[in-house]
């Protein structure tokens, strides 16, 4: 194994995105797809868009899987991929779990429950600087039943994501900062998400994978919501569906690809967040943001990587 897929979560999504996307038929293609399926969809990129956690979702997993095809028609395909929250949407794509007409309508009906669930008053913060174990204890004295608040997201040693009401994460700033944290960010996600408080949305998006039919995979699939892989369809559907109440544990599945084998990570638009934490989690891999690489660029820097000998260095 020596290609890794990486796709990008809510928080990523940035104005223009779609119409940044690489010129390129397959992207074409893709958006012309996209548009049949959710007339609108490809013209919901601007900043008033993006501001629903509907439309972000949706513009997140048409980005995904467009620079997925693109990639493909230029002979670059994953030997593993993983998705970062609704990432794990395109990246079931890729895995061959579901057609992107079934990814469309899932990630709306996701988008529309946590919506419907939580419309105000929720939210989400990243704290940079503090061990896990510090922000668990941290959020552990700020939760209140009335103002809950859960970690949400493990990214590395040093990033976590804290899911809550608004009221807790005022709090959990004021106690981060005073705990010496570098950084406490609140991201631009308007729900709580990876945590228990959606626990209704979960069991109404496995109803709704439910009636997904079971396919062989064609890629393997790494979970970011337990850090292993995982071979079987209807495991992969339950982990869509389920990932959204839990903890995403990135740390521990990017540790997984790499165990796997894996020497290049690439990061489908848009940004290069999840690139740099592979770099960072593994300094002797090649990381490339395709936003930022291109994909001549990145075709290229693929195919020397894959035919130079096992544990060469690539120059």
Request: aromatic share 4%; glycine share 8%.
């Amino acid at each position: 194994m020596r290609v890794a897929f990486l796709y990008p979560g809510q928080g990523t999504q940035r104005p223009g995105m779609l119409r940044d996307l690489p010129d390129h038929a397959a992207v074409a293609a893709t958006l012309a797809e996209a548009e049949a399926i959710l007339p609108g969809s490809t013209r919901q990129d601007t900043a008033q868009a993006l501001e629903s956690t509907v439309t972000a979702q949706v513009a997140l997993c048409v980005a995904g899987v467009a620079a997925t095809r693109a990639l493909a028609d230029e002979g670059v395909t994953p030997d593993a991929v993983a998705g970062h929250s609704i990432g794990v949407f395109p990246a079931a794509v890729a895995a061959g779990v579901l057609t992107f007409a079934e990814a469309l309508v899932a990630v709306r009906r996701r988008g529309e429950l946590m919506r419907d669930a939580y419309p105000s008053g929720y939210g989400m913060a990243a704290v940079l600087g503090l061990s896990v174990s510090h922000v668990r204890r941290m959020v552990e004295s700020i939760s209140t039943a009335d103002d809950p608040a859960y970690v949400a997201v493990v990214d590395t040693d040093q990033q976590v994501v804290v899911a809550g009401s608004t009221r807790a994460l005022e709090r959990l700033t004021t106690a981060a900062a005073h705990a010496g944290a570098r950084r406490v960010q609140r991201l631009d996600i308007g729900v709580p998400s990876h945590c228990p408080l959606l626990g209704g949305v979960a069991d109404a998006m496995a109803d709704h994978l439910g009636t997904v039919p079971r396919r062989r995979l064609a890629v393997p699939y790494v979970s970011d919501s337990t850090g292993r892989l995982l071979n079987d369809a209807g495991a992969v559907l339950d982990d869509l569906a389920r990932s959204i109440a839990t903890t995403v544990k990135w740390r521990d599945a990017t540790a997984m690809l790499g165990e796997l084998g894996a020497t290049l990570f690439i990061q489908t638009p848009p940004g290069h967040v999840l690139a740099r934490m592979a770099g960072a989690a593994h300094p002797h891999a090649r990381v490339i943001a395709l936003a930022e690489t291109g994909i001549a660029d990145t075709a290229e820097i693929t195919r020397r990587v894959r035919t130079r000998p096992a544990g060469a260095r690539l120059a």
